[in-house]
C-alpha cells in the first residue's frame, strides 16, 4: 500500500515521513523528487543547478512525472514489503486523478493524509527554515495561495492531521493512527490501463434545456461522457445501456439508442486508442435527474454542460467528437470521424 502525505510546501512532510517510517512495519520513503532530477537531467541536459538552490520549475504538468512516479512506486511495491510513504505536495485534482487511478490500476491501495499547518504559523515555519536557501524559502512562501485553493476539493479527498502544535514525531503517530483505522483508504476503481486499443461506448444524455451530462471520474484527469469499454462478446449498445446503469443508475432502453458517431482515435498514452461510439440516450425525465446516483469508487460529481464549459471540461479531440454527435443528431446523420476529425478529400474519402 502507499501512504500519500500531502500539504503546504514547507509544511513538514518529508520530517513527518521520516518519523513515519518508524511507525509503520516494512515502511519505506519514496520521494518522487528523485524522478523530477531524473527528468530534468533527460529534459534539459547541461542544467546543473541543483534543486534545492533554484526550483526546477513545475514538474508536475510534465506528463511524465505523472506517469513515472505511479509505475516506479508500483515497481519498488514489488521488491519492498511496504507501504511506500510519500511525501509530495498534490495540489492539482487532475494530476491526484491520474495517479492515484494508476496506483488503483495496478491493485495498489493508497491511503490519503494531508497535514495542515495554521497559514501564519506555516508561514514563520518557512521563513525560518534555514536548512533551505532564501530562493527556496521565497518560492514555498509564493505557493501557499495554491495550497489555499486546493483546500476545496482536499477537504473532502484527504484525512486531517493538523500539525499547528504538533512535533514531526506526534503528526506521524496522528498518521499511523489514521492508517490502521482505514479512514484515509480512498475507494478508486480498478480500471485497468490498455495496453491495445479498445473499442468504448458513450451515451449522451440531455436535461430540458439540451445540455449535455458530463461526468469527473475520480480515477483520471478531466470530465467524460458516461460510458465505457466494451466487454468481450458484448454488444456496444449494451455496453452503453450497462455503463449509464452503472454509473449513473440510470435505465435506458437499448432499442431507443441512436449510434450519432463512430470516432477511431489515436493512441496517445495512457486509456487512448481505438474506436469510440457515441450513443444518443435522449433526454432524461425530471424524475431521471433526481434519481441519479454515483458509485463514489469512479465518480466524483455530474452536471449539464453548455457550450461555454466545454472548454474547460473537454480535451479538445472530445470537444469536436461532441460538436459531431451533436450535428448528428440534429440532422438524423451517423457520422464517422479519426482522430476528432472528418475525412478530407485525398485521404481516401471526403468531408460531408
Known sequence: MIVWVNGAFGGGKTCTARELQALLPGGTLFDPEVVGEALQRLLAPGDDSAPDQVPRGEVQDRAAWRQLVPAAAVALLSELPGPLIVPVALLRQDHRDEIFGALAASRVPVHHVRLHTEETILRKRIESDRSRTAQVRQWRLARIPEYRRALEWLAGDAAVVDTTGLTPRQSAERIAGIVHSGVALRPIVQDPVHVR?????????????????????????????????????EPPALAAVREAAEELGVDLDRGRLRLLVTDWEPHRGPRSGGMRLVFDGGRLTAGQRAALRLPAEELRAWRFTGPQEWPQLLPENKRRRLAAALRARATGETLYLEAGDFLEAGDGGHAP
Do not use: H, N
Open 197 to 233: 486499443d479498445t473499442l468504448a461506448a458513450a451515451v449522451l444524455l440531455f436535461d430540458d434545456e439540451d445540455r449535455v451530462l458530463l461526468v469527473d471520474p475520480v480515477y483520471k484527469p478531466g470530465w467524460e461522457f458516461p460510458g465505457g469499454v466494451v466487454e468481450d462478446g
